[in-house]
């Protein structure tokens, strides 16, 4: 009896670790990586850990949500077949609170890569701030300009023209940086 009650609470133990670092992973192959070296700028609070959960929206679909991001980052999906030198940043949108990372982020990656495109998504900081009626979202700003800056300097070893490198945000992803 006594074994299985050990047994057990392992279980439970491990299980509620697994839920603690429940974080956005992108697909085998691609790797995710800090887009700042060592502390982030401008760390702000944050109301818990990073998670994910998923989401059922309105009219019935389903995506994965990235909340309370702190850590910025960014994943390379390189083109699949011909290589047109192309490379688009992908801001996802989210309500302010949360990135639609697959449906609005990895999902638009594999589009991108499928027509020759390199595409480069950002996990980036979520505002978390309203002035008046409107969202401050200097954080994601400073993501924003740092993941383009990063993909102009490996422009040469990605295989991008560093002159055809473009954005594509949704909802606040494409709001906020046009700033």
């Known amino acids: 009896m006594k074994p299985l009650i050990f047994a057990l609470c392992v279980v ?11 974080i956005w992973q992108p697909s085998p192959g ?15 609070p944050v109301p818990g850990p990073e998670y994910v ?7 019935g679909v389903s995506w994965i949500a990235a909340c309370n991001v702190s850590l910025p980052t960014m994943t390379v999906y390189p083109p699949k077949g011909t290589n ?5 940043v992908v801001f996802p949108g ?7 990372i697959d449906l609005e982020g990895a999902e638009i990656c594999d589009w991108l890569t499928s027509k020759g495109i390199t595409a480069v998504l950002l996990k980036y900081r979520v505002p978390n701030k309203k002035v008046g009626d409107y969202w401050e979202a200097p954080l994601a700003l400073e993501d924003a300009q740092r993941t383009v800056g990063l993909v102009r300097f490996h422009a040469a070893g990605w295989q991008i023209d560093s002159h055809k490198i473009g954005v594509i945000g949704f909802s606040q992803g ?5 700033r």
């Open 174 to 178: 494409g709001i906020w940086w046009q």
């Open 53 to 59: 959960t998923n989401v059922l929206s309105p009219g």
């Open 30 to 44: 691609h790797a995710q990586v800090p887009i700042w070296p060592g502390a982030v700028p401008d760390a702000q």
């Open 12 to 22: 439970f133990t491990f299980g509620d670790l697994r839920a603690q670092t429940n």
């Open 84 to 88: 047109t030198g192309v490379a688009v």
């Open 94 to 100: 989210g309500g302010y609170n949360c990135l639609a």
